[in-house]
């Protein structure tokens, strides 16, 4: 099968005598949501630095969008979009600035870049602020802006690494829309998230412990395999069982 | 005397209001939970309460001791783990809580008892740089330094923010017995299911608090009921339901949706009927505070 916009087969990091990622195997689908779970320090963003090409593995194969994580990195970040809670935007550019930036660094021509805005500002009904700068925006516009910039060199995967922490709970469901509507036309979505109930709203999970996958399925599978009311349930059989 | 009360405080920082008219009382004993996404202005009443920052208009008392003109002992007398880990990255966790220990005229093994269960989990680090801790036990770590002078009012400023669900859990279960200690408790957090810990809350939205109550009282006062939907394809789904007129609101909620309606229930699934969604499930809900709480935000949109 060709369509798996994901694949790795015991991909390893190493940092000295400490293995963050520990022989980790699993597929993702072109267009499916992944959701990739985790306590604190279980090795998710060392993964994910991985497959955005950013992190050399210690062994293991992985390849990205058709493209092997040791040889092909640029070809891999051209494919893939990332936001993050921690850095998205610059903040002292205004929002049309900002897309403008990230549509250049993706090699956007002038043509490209103001159709794209001028889609982008419609969609999320932000023509108004369009010249402010990103710091005056709330948390959850910036948010939702960061992600729709991840997608405008229409890349086939997006990694989000927690992207609604902190943000309120009309907004991180709207935010959701954004991504049911991007899976929807075939991106593909790899989702961190310490919302539980988010969990739910993935086609498919893994949980990682210790550097180690320890379940992966559907939520309802996982629900079902363990016996559980809720991925909250799951998380916390999972997660505590090596405490 | 009332651990906390705060009257009609507004802030603002420039064009922004960060606080508008906010009073509520934490009573004796009491574990008070402000409620609220980033914004809401949480860290900035934090800061009023304990003397770091000035409001400017209205009133507050800490231990009955008034934030402006008694700042100096209501320092003394409190304990505040702020949002942002600020203890020293380069001492260790034993130098750190020495360190506070000291500051406050006391020592560590003074009010052992009050640390005890919490600083046992991080002990066996004792030597360990607090910057090389994992966010866990960092967290601990700043609770035991906000603790060691046994303070009469504690103040923890989203404690569990960026932290996964088992570390937020063991986090609760620490608070819960501290609480069995008789100190009065204010703490704020963005999740929405730490609410029903807490023995009163404020739900909080851009600088106003919109209810205080019991979290049982909130839910219970949930005026309409709720229905959770799902189906194979959840997107269509959502977008089916939001066209609808008699479909008051529509939100994911884990497996299912959370629908409220402003029509018979029989009416919404006539419209569903011939739109061909397939594993289409249609049940009654228990809403929960998120659903309390995306519905007074709702009517605060309305109203502006």
Known sequence: MNNYSIVTKDLTKRFGSFTATDAITFEVGQGEIFGFLGANGAGKTTA???LCGLLKPSSGEAKVAGYDIYTQTEQIKKRIGYMSQKFSLYEDLTVKENIRFYGGIYGLSNQQIKEKTHALLDRLQLEKEARQLVSSLPLGWKQKLSFSIALLHDPSIVFLDEPTGGVDPITRRQFWDLIYESADKGVTIFVTTHYMDEAEYCNRISIMVDGKIKALDTPAGLKKQFNAESMNDVFLQLARAKS | MLPIVVEHIHKSFGDLKALHDISFTVNEGELFGLIGPDGAGKSTLFRILTTLLLADKGNATVNGLDVVKQYRTIRREVGYMPGRFSLYQDLTIEENLNFFATIFNTTVEENYDLIKDIYEQIAPFAKRPAGKLSGGMKQKLALCCALV?????LFLDEPTTGVDPVSRKEFWDMLRRLKTKGIPILVSTPYMDEAILCDRVALMQKGAIMQINTPANIVAGFGMPVWAMKADNMYRLIRDLRAFEG??????????LHVTVNTELENVKAYLAPLGHEGLEIKPA????????MQLMQEQNELA
């Open chain 2, 149 to 153: 002078h046994k303070p009469k009012v």
């Open chain 1, 48 to 50: 994910m630095r991985m």
């Open chain 2, 286 to 293: 228990k809403p929960g505070i998120e659903d309390a709480f």
């Open chain 2, 247 to 256: 479909v008051y609101s529509c939100y994911a909620f884990g497996e299912y």
